[in-house]
């Protein structure tokens, strides 16, 4: 498969009041065409940031890309001008938002929201706009959907606005969809539906995905690829059979273990869930070596003085850690 987005070394950062914070330091990550990527990491790892990058809506100020390139195919997107990115934004590059109750503007119709993306990035005339967001509401599952179209937001259910909102990211036909935790608010057996839908959506379209989320359960459910972030930097990337198998990462291993998991018999289950001591640091307070260190219980001196490089371990299986050796699979 050819590569449709590369992010090279990119660097954002933010002026704060307790000085500059790294939120991205140095991210690389390829996505190639037709596969689903997902990018998992704690809340505050930089990952919606990628996201927001991709799509240029880095809040400025405090925020600015310093430095890297994000290349779609050949085009570098840092350097596009803002009237090149809000083509791309919606007809090239889609993304869902977590929330879609305040992603969506209550004073109109959903049908309306989804054909004004349409008439945005097309040549087409009202009525074909309003027939092909009701086309999608059908794609979506949305029972009724010449009935829901004419609905506001807060009529709908939880489900049904997530529905809607992937619907309108897929008006268009992107290319790519970037999926920002797109089931947080959803209880489990509406996630398992969502997560169906964009499986079928993928195969159907061909689109590459850009799945992010906290949950490794849902990696292992959707995703070929992974990339792992902590307090803004890739650690750890593969396809997604290498990362749950063999873990090379301490963080990696401990958000596997955070899964809760059904044993077969009733005595075998854990007695209790594990977890990952500590909190993310601050990112006005990163030392120069690993930012996991604090945390880490196979830390050495060397941890909290260089800053481990991403190495290949094997094949397409890179990570960043001095210590793999006493990292053994879950």
Known sequence: ???????????????????????????????????????????????????????????????????????????????APSSRMRQVRGGIISMIFQEPMTSLNPVFRVGDQI?????????????????????????????????????????????????????????????????DEPTTALDVTVQAQIFDLLKDLQRETGTAIIMITHDMGAIAELADRVAVMYAGHIIETGTTADILSNPQHPYTRGLIACVPHLEESPTELRPYLSEIKGVIPSLTELGKGCAFAPRCPYKTEVCEEVRPPIETVNGAHAVACYNTKYVVAV
């Not at 140095?26 to 689903?36: N, V």
């Not at 009525?127 to 029972?143: C, F, S």
Request: glycine share 8%; hydrophobic share 40%.
């Open 1 to 79: 498969m050819s590569t449709i987005l590369s992010i090279n070394d990119l660097i954002v950062d933010f002026k704060t009041r307790a000085g500059n914070a790294r939120v991205l330091n140095e991210i690389s990550i390829e996505l190639k065409s037709g596969e689903i990527l997902g990018i998992v990491g704690e809340s505050g790892c930089g990952k919606s940031m990628t996201a927001l990058s991709v799509m240029g809506l880095v809040p400025s100020p405090p925020g600015k890309i310093t430095s890297g390139t994000i290349l779609l195919e050949d085009e570098d997107l840092v350097k």
């Open 115 to 179: 054909a004004e993306c349409v008439l945005l990035h097309e040549e087409i005339t009202k009525e074909d706009a309003w027939n092909r967001a009701v086309e999608m509401l059908t794609k979506v599952g949305i029972p009724e959907p010449e009935i829901r179209a004419r609905a506001y937001p807060h009529e709908l259910s939880g489900g049904m606005r997530q529905r809607v909102m992937i619907a309108m990211a897929l008006s268009c036909r992107p290319r790519i969809l970037i999926a």
